[in-house]
DNA sequence: CGGTATCCTCACGGATACTG
DNA sequence: CAGTATCCGTGAGGATACCG
């Protein structure tokens, strides 16, 4: 790498994960694509996420366009999300990131305790 | 999904996100992946991060057996950066991530652009 | 060069209450 | 049910200064 230069792709890489990097987008993410059609409450039941957080992130999604908000005026009303082509193609990405997790849990807590018992 | 109990995956992964799953962390490891070996002001360079989060983060990730840290004692100091074996198999899904955010960011931003006029 | 220490700011995010 | 509004605490993270 010349030395006086930033890594080419990081600045918009950086960009992109501002935008739909957080923890609550991914698990939005991760849910919608396991089990299609979710409700408001089913996301929020589901992930243990503050409604507010939950509220923000769907909306930031929808803007961003990965997820589509279905609006049934019904009494008590009732909006489905699910997601987008885009939001699909996220979940490739994101869904081998949740599986790498999963698979290397114990490895880093096992990992960490060794490095604490040398400290 | 039944509609009492929780995202069952997400709690364990919402963990490790937790740990390694913030921004710094993905652009460290796509960096080192990329060049294979950095020295701390290299990649301080490359990623625009503050001294302080490139310290801070590079010590986590060694913490948790993603990065390994060989320090030579020359005048001046020359410390080495390198993934270890488990840092390079989260190359795979960061990567995966860097990929569809390069190939995404116009398209997210055509959305929001979209979004916001419709508003 | 490769850090640590300190200070300071602001955004993340929970708790609670209220509404159509 | 599906939000919005408000308040508030904590922690991420930059700026700066200093050190071996």
Redesign the interface.
Known sequence: ?P?????P?????????????D?WS??VV??LA??GT?RFN?LK????ISQRMLSLTLKQL?????VHRTYHPSIPPKVEYTLTE?GR??H???N???????E??D??E???R???ETV
Do not use: H
């Open positions: 790498m030395d006086n230069i930033q890594c792709d990081c600045k918009r890489i950086n960009e992109v994960l501002s935008r739909v990097g923890r991914f698990l991760f849910s396991r089990y979710l089913e039941r589901s992930l243990g929808e803007r961003d366009g990965l885009t193609s996220f490739e990405p994101v081998a990131l949740g599986l790498w997790a999963l290397n849990l490895k880093i096992t990992a960490r060794a490095y604490d």
